[in-house]
């Protein structure tokens, strides 16, 4: 069992928790990520690793209350236990020594990219980083973000914190005034990861996309992360999750992000415990 030493809620759906997990702790690195199961009959939930106590043993997950099995994760309170946590999974991500780096961050991705701009920030490489949110009172992480870049961009959908419109307003006015990055990390909604690779190969930035596809296993051997990047097969939970958004097929990865609505639709509404679940 894993238990939760610590929760709190970001945002109106988004909570943070540190879990004991000693060994993760110990060996996980920023882009790496666990699976998690709340109870026995649970899905496996992938979620990236956003930060890490080996002296306390724990990690801590940053999710998105989306659907039935995130909803019953949200249910859980501290000192309640999970059933499972398998990981560190994944590769790190391959950050730079040097240069000058733009990390953008959309939605919960923005738990996402985190760790990689600490990691940036203690090698001493140059970081500017965009987050945006739909609103204001979706934004995560920006306290922590803002002492460890050089520049920090926030834009929301609807003006309600920083600049109105979306992150790839804010990046293409970065590159079309000349500033100049040797690399560009996006983590976010698929449609977002897309947009932001149209606009860097235009400028020519080299960009990495971390991505999140339906995962079962988390070894490769299910084949449900399958993503297709240079017009080869890769599997996302053992080749990435990192990979050169510029030759990802992300009109693939989209459609197949839709396989399991209709399912995911019914579970929702036909779910009821009784008060016996955990939900409760």
């Not at 500033?179 to 990861?193: A, F, L, S, T």
Request: charged share 25%.
């Amino acid at each position: 069992m894993y238990t939760i030493r610590k929760k709190e809620k970001l945002a109106p759906t988004i909570y943070s928790m540190d879990i004991d997990a000693p060994r993760v702790a110990r060996k996980a690195k920023a882009g790496q990520f666990v699976i998690l199961r709340s109870h026995e009959e649970g899905e496996r939930i992938p979620l990236t690793v956003a930060g890490t106590c080996p002296e306390a043993g724990t990690v801590t997950v940053i999710f998105q209350v989306a659907g039935l099995s995130t909803q019953l994760m949200a249910s859980l309170e501290e000192g309640q236990t999970f059933t499972d946590l398998a990981g560190p999974l994944g590769k790190p991500s391959p950050l730079p020594e040097k240069g000058r780096v733009l990390c953008i961050g959309g939605g919960v991705g923005t738990a996402v990219v985190y760790p990689s701009i600490r990691e940036l920030h203690r090698r001493g490489v140059s970081v500017d980083v965009i987050i945006g949110a739909r609103s204001s009172e979706f934004l995560i992480l920006d306290r922590e973000i803002a002492p460890i870049c050089d520049r920090l961009f926030i834009t929301t959908d609807d003006g309600t914190r920083g600049r109105k419109g979306f992150v790839t307003d804010q990046l293409r006015d970065l590159l079309s005034s000349g500033e100049k990055y040797d690399e560009v990390i996006v983590i976010g909604p698929v449609i977002m990861m897309k947009l932001v690779a149209a606009v860097t190969r235009e400028y020519r930035v080299h960009t990495t996309a971390s991505l999140n596809p339906i995962m079962v296993d988390g070894t490769g051997m299910c084949g449900s992360c399958r993503v297709t990047v240079g017009g080869e097969v890769k599997y996302a939970c053992v080749d990435g999750p990192d990979f050169d958004a510029h030759l990802i097929d992300f009109d693939e990865l989209m459609n197949r992000q839709c396989v399991y609505k209709d399912e995911e639709k019914e579970t929702r509404e036909n779910h009821s415990c009784g008060g016996n679940c955990i939900c409760h």
